[in-house]
Protein backbone atom coordinates (compact mmCIF):
# COMPACT_ATOMS: atom_id res chain seq x y z
CA UNK A 1 0.00 0.00 0.00
CA UNK A 2 1.61 3.64 -1.33
CA UNK A 3 0.62 6.66 0.16
CA UNK A 4 0.99 9.73 -2.12
CA UNK A 5 2.75 12.21 -0.62
CA UNK A 6 -0.29 14.66 -1.24
CA UNK A 7 -2.86 13.07 0.58
CA UNK A 8 -4.37 15.23 3.24
CA UNK A 9 -4.27 13.91 7.31
CA UNK A 10 -7.51 13.04 6.62
CA UNK A 11 -7.70 10.95 3.69
CA UNK A 12 -4.83 9.02 5.28
CA UNK A 13 -6.85 8.30 8.10
CA UNK A 14 -9.71 7.31 5.98
CA UNK A 15 -7.85 4.67 3.81
CA UNK A 16 -6.02 3.46 7.09
CA UNK A 17 -8.97 2.87 8.75
CA UNK A 18 -10.25 1.02 5.33
CA UNK A 19 -7.75 -1.81 6.03
CA UNK A 20 -7.44 -2.33 2.32
CA UNK A 21 -3.79 -4.08 2.16
CA UNK A 22 -6.01 -6.70 4.51
CA UNK A 23 -8.84 -6.93 2.82
CA UNK A 24 -6.68 -7.45 -1.03
CA UNK A 25 -4.62 -9.84 1.09
CA UNK A 26 -7.60 -12.22 2.02
CA UNK A 27 -9.46 -11.94 -1.50
CA UNK A 28 -6.29 -12.95 -3.13
CA UNK A 29 -6.67 -15.91 -0.24
CA UNK A 30 -10.34 -16.18 -1.20
CA UNK A 31 -9.18 -16.47 -4.73
CA UNK A 32 -6.85 -19.26 -4.46
CA UNK A 33 -3.87 -16.86 -5.57
CA UNK A 34 -1.65 -17.68 -3.14
CA UNK A 35 1.79 -16.19 -3.90
CA UNK A 36 0.17 -13.12 -5.97
CA UNK A 37 0.92 -10.06 -5.10
CA UNK A 38 -0.06 -6.40 -6.62
CA UNK A 39 0.77 -2.48 -5.96
CA UNK A 40 -2.30 -0.55 -4.52
CA UNK A 41 -1.63 3.08 -4.37
CA UNK A 42 -3.75 5.70 -2.97
CA UNK A 43 -3.66 9.06 -4.54
CA UNK A 44 -4.98 12.26 -4.75
CA UNK A 45 -8.05 13.50 -7.59
CA UNK A 46 -4.55 15.44 -9.27
CA UNK A 47 -2.77 12.84 -9.52
CA UNK A 48 -5.47 9.90 -10.56
CA UNK A 49 -6.45 12.35 -12.96
CA UNK A 50 -2.53 12.75 -14.24
CA UNK A 51 -2.32 8.89 -14.68
CA UNK A 52 -5.59 8.19 -16.43
CA UNK A 53 -4.76 10.90 -18.96
CA UNK A 54 -0.78 9.32 -19.26
CA UNK A 55 -1.88 5.99 -19.82
CA UNK A 56 -5.59 5.35 -20.41
CA UNK A 57 -6.20 8.72 -22.79
CA UNK A 58 -8.67 10.08 -20.61
CA UNK A 59 -8.24 13.60 -18.98
CA UNK A 60 -10.50 13.47 -16.10
CA UNK A 61 -10.76 12.23 -12.24
CA UNK A 62 -11.63 8.89 -11.09
CA UNK A 63 -12.10 6.78 -8.25
CA UNK A 64 -10.14 3.40 -9.68
CA UNK A 65 -7.50 2.96 -12.51
CA UNK A 66 -6.48 -0.81 -13.07
CA UNK A 67 -3.68 -1.68 -14.94
CA UNK A 68 -3.05 -5.99 -15.21
CA UNK A 69 0.13 -7.05 -16.03
CA UNK A 70 -1.20 -9.81 -18.05
CA UNK A 71 0.13 -9.97 -21.58
CA UNK A 72 -2.17 -9.86 -24.45
CA UNK A 73 -1.82 -13.58 -26.29
CA UNK A 74 0.59 -13.98 -28.52
CA UNK A 75 3.00 -10.80 -27.84
CA UNK A 76 5.38 -12.61 -26.38
CA UNK A 77 5.65 -11.13 -22.74
CA UNK A 78 7.14 -12.67 -20.39
CA UNK A 79 7.16 -11.50 -16.56
CA UNK A 80 10.79 -11.96 -15.31
CA UNK A 81 11.05 -14.88 -12.45
CA UNK A 82 11.42 -12.59 -9.74
CA UNK A 83 7.69 -10.89 -11.22
CA UNK A 84 5.96 -13.94 -11.51
CA UNK A 85 2.74 -14.06 -9.66
CA UNK A 86 2.36 -10.14 -10.11
CA UNK A 87 -1.11 -8.67 -10.94
CA UNK A 88 -0.56 -5.34 -11.83
CA UNK A 89 -1.20 -2.19 -10.23
CA UNK A 90 -4.43 -0.34 -8.57
CA UNK A 91 -4.60 3.72 -8.21
CA UNK A 92 -7.55 4.78 -5.87
CA UNK A 93 -8.05 8.66 -5.74
CA UNK A 94 -9.21 7.95 -2.05
CA UNK A 95 -10.56 11.80 -1.80
CA UNK A 96 -12.93 11.07 -4.90
CA UNK A 97 -14.37 7.48 -3.31
CA UNK A 98 -15.34 9.53 -0.41
CA UNK A 99 -16.98 12.08 -2.23
CA UNK A 100 -18.96 9.75 -3.92
CA UNK A 101 -20.05 8.02 -0.74
CA UNK A 102 -20.84 11.00 0.83
CA UNK A 103 -23.17 11.88 -2.43
CA UNK A 104 -24.39 8.69 -2.08
CA UNK A 105 -24.87 8.85 1.75
CA UNK A 106 -22.69 5.65 2.07
CA UNK A 107 -19.78 4.78 4.14
CA UNK A 108 -16.49 6.25 2.76
CA UNK A 109 -14.83 3.43 3.91
CA UNK A 110 -17.18 0.56 2.60
CA UNK A 111 -16.39 3.01 -0.94
CA UNK A 112 -12.78 2.82 -0.56
CA UNK A 113 -13.09 -1.02 0.07
CA UNK A 114 -15.71 -1.51 -3.11
CA UNK A 115 -12.96 -0.01 -4.96
CA UNK A 116 -9.83 -1.90 -3.95
CA UNK A 117 -12.07 -5.87 -5.04
CA UNK A 118 -13.31 -4.00 -7.91
CA UNK A 119 -9.45 -2.98 -9.10
CA UNK A 120 -8.50 -6.18 -7.96
CA UNK A 121 -11.04 -7.79 -10.53
CA UNK A 122 -9.93 -5.77 -13.43
CA UNK A 123 -6.30 -7.39 -12.67
CA UNK A 124 -7.70 -10.49 -13.04
CA UNK A 125 -9.50 -9.85 -16.43
CA UNK A 126 -12.62 -8.95 -14.81
CA UNK A 127 -14.94 -6.42 -17.38
CA UNK A 128 -18.24 -4.79 -17.37
CA UNK A 129 -18.17 -3.71 -20.70
CA UNK A 130 -21.81 -5.31 -21.02
CA UNK A 131 -24.45 -7.10 -18.66
CA UNK A 132 -23.30 -10.53 -18.43
CA UNK A 133 -19.76 -9.88 -17.31
CA UNK A 134 -20.95 -6.55 -15.20
CA UNK A 135 -23.35 -9.05 -13.96
CA UNK A 136 -20.67 -11.85 -12.78
CA UNK A 137 -18.33 -8.62 -11.76
CA UNK A 138 -20.77 -7.82 -8.75
CA UNK A 139 -21.14 -11.38 -7.89
CA UNK A 140 -17.92 -11.45 -6.87
CA UNK A 141 -17.36 -8.72 -5.63
CA UNK A 142 -20.26 -9.24 -3.38
CA UNK A 143 -18.43 -12.31 -2.93
CA UNK A 144 -15.42 -11.02 -1.68
CA UNK A 145 -16.66 -8.00 0.15
CA UNK A 146 -18.51 -10.56 2.03
CA UNK A 147 -16.15 -13.15 3.02
CA UNK A 148 -13.44 -10.13 4.18
CA UNK A 149 -16.93 -8.49 6.23
CA UNK A 150 -17.60 -12.45 7.86
CA UNK A 151 -13.57 -12.22 8.87
CA UNK A 152 -13.60 -9.25 10.88
CA UNK A 153 -17.39 -9.97 12.32
CA UNK A 154 -19.54 -7.27 10.25
CA UNK A 155 -22.71 -7.60 8.25
CA UNK A 156 -22.52 -8.35 4.71
CA UNK A 157 -21.70 -5.08 2.72
CA UNK A 158 -24.17 -3.62 0.29
CA UNK A 159 -22.85 -3.95 -2.94
CA UNK A 160 -24.06 -2.08 -5.97
CA UNK A 161 -24.96 -3.56 -9.21
CA UNK A 162 -22.81 -3.06 -12.02
CA UNK A 163 -23.88 -1.27 -15.07
CA UNK A 164 -22.79 -2.00 -18.16
CA UNK A 165 -19.46 0.75 -19.22
CA UNK A 166 -16.62 0.16 -21.28
Known sequence: ????????KSDRELAGAAAL?????GALGDLGLGPANLN???ATPIE???IN????????????????VAPDEGSGFQLPPSEEGFLGDIVI???????????????????????????????????HGEQGPADRMTRATALLL?????????PEPRVPQLQPRA
Do not use: K
Open 48 to 50: IRR
Open 93 to 127: SVRTAATQAELAGDDPQAELQLLAVHGLLHLLGHH
Open 146 to 154: GQHAARRGL
Open 21 to 25: AELLC
Open 1 to 8: MVFSRGLS
Open 53 to 68: REFAQSDHVTDVLAFP
Open 40 to 42: CRL
